[in-house]
């Protein structure tokens, strides 16, 4: 994705699957060291869970996560 990027999507039974038997739509972004970012994520279907991290290699290192919104827990 690019930096202003807006992506609307749907999950499908032919996403990935996680831990916890759940489908998952992944993105990744470039930014700097320091750089901030704000990501809005919704659905009116489900409770959407949001996790933040890096890549290494074929790994995901997570860095935060949010399943309340707006960071609030």
């Given amino acids: 994705m690019s930096m202003g ?3 609307n999507a ?3 039974r032919t996403d990935p699957v ?6 998952y739509d992944e993105y990744s972004v470039r930014l700097q060291a320091g750089q901030g970012v704000e990501i ?11 996790d933040l991290g890096q890549g290494a290699g074929n790994a995901f290192e ?10 609030e827990g």
């Fill in 5 to 7: 990027q807006s992506v």
């Fill in 10 to 12: 749907d999950l499908s």
């Fill in 18 to 23: 996680a831990e916890g038997d759940f489908h």
């Fill in 40 to 50: 809005r994520m919704g659905s009116e279907a489900f409770d959407t869970d949001l």
């Fill in 62 to 71: 997570p860095i935060a996560s949010d399943d309340d919104g707006a960071m």
